[in-house]
């Protein structure tokens, strides 16, 4: 089975920075685009940034300019560097990614069990 562990939340101050991990482990082949969602309370769960295999990256407007997506794939290891936090940015950030376990046809999407970010003075 393949498992999606975030790590890295936490509590920050605004015009603060956080750096979240993701690392996807288990019986894995391949990995194609991994994401970052979050979900404040009361609100449905939105896109953060994603990136794929090549490195390509896409980010949604409210965090272009402050958060930077990357990966490792040797590690299968994704990452979300977040610099001039706002209270706005206060959610529970998920990790989300399409992966192809050995011996299995396609991919899969897998979701990690979340970490609290909280952007407060």
């Known amino acids: 089975q393949v498992q999606l562990v975030e790590s890295g939340g936490g509590l920050v101050q605004p015009g603060g920075s956080l750096r979240l991990s993701c690392a996807a482990s288990g019986n894995i082949d391949s990995i194609n685009i991994m994401g970052w969602y979050r979900q404040a309370p009361g609100n449905q769960r939105e896109v953060v940034a994603s990136i794929n295999r090549n490195g390509i990256t896409m980010y949604t407007d409210f965090v272009k300019g402050r958060f930077t997506i990357s990966r490792d794939n040797a590690k299968n290891t994704m990452y979300l560097q977040m610099d001039s936090l706002k209270s706005e940015d206060t959610a529970v950030y998920y990790c989300?990614?399409?992966?192809?376990?050995?011996?299995?046809?396609?991919?899969?999407?897998?979701w990690g069990q979340g970490t609290q970010v909280t952007v407060s003075s």
């Open positions: 989300n990614a399409d992966i192809k376990i050995r011996g299995q046809w396609g991919y899969r999407e897998y």
